[in-house]
């Protein structure tokens, strides 16, 4: 299993590279007001807009996992606090007669 992942690895690389050489091609580059940067290979420009959206869709996957771990550990809380409720029970301290709920005769 190593060994096919070392040879898809190689194969992945190989095909990034033969992109890469392919697309060596100047092109120019326009930002916001009228900022443009020439003569910039066209690799550089596709390999710095997927990292940029690497980075963002990381960005958001880890507040996300945050979020998550945020709620899983509140409801560990919430768990252990509901099992400590069912080891001990809350006793009333002071108990209701019945009578005050339901009389058994009307005055």
């Given at each position: 299993m ?26 120019k580059v ?15 420009v ?25 709620e ?36």
């Open positions: 190593r060994y096919l992942v070392w040879v898809l690895r190689l194969l992945v690389f190989v095909v990034v590279l033969l992109f890469a050489l392919k697309n060596t091609e100047p092109v326009s930002f916001f007001a009228d900022y443009a940067l020439a003569n910039v290979p066209l690799i550089v596709m390999l710095v807009a997927f990292l940029l959206g690497l980075m963002l869709g990381l960005l958001l996957m880890v507040l996300h996992v945050m979020r998550k771990k945020r899983i550990t509140k409801l560990k809380r919430d768990v252990a606090q509901l099992k400590d409720k069912l080891k001990n029970p809350e006793v009333p301290a002071d108990p209701v007669a019945a009578e005050t709920i339901a009389p058994l005769a009307p005055l």
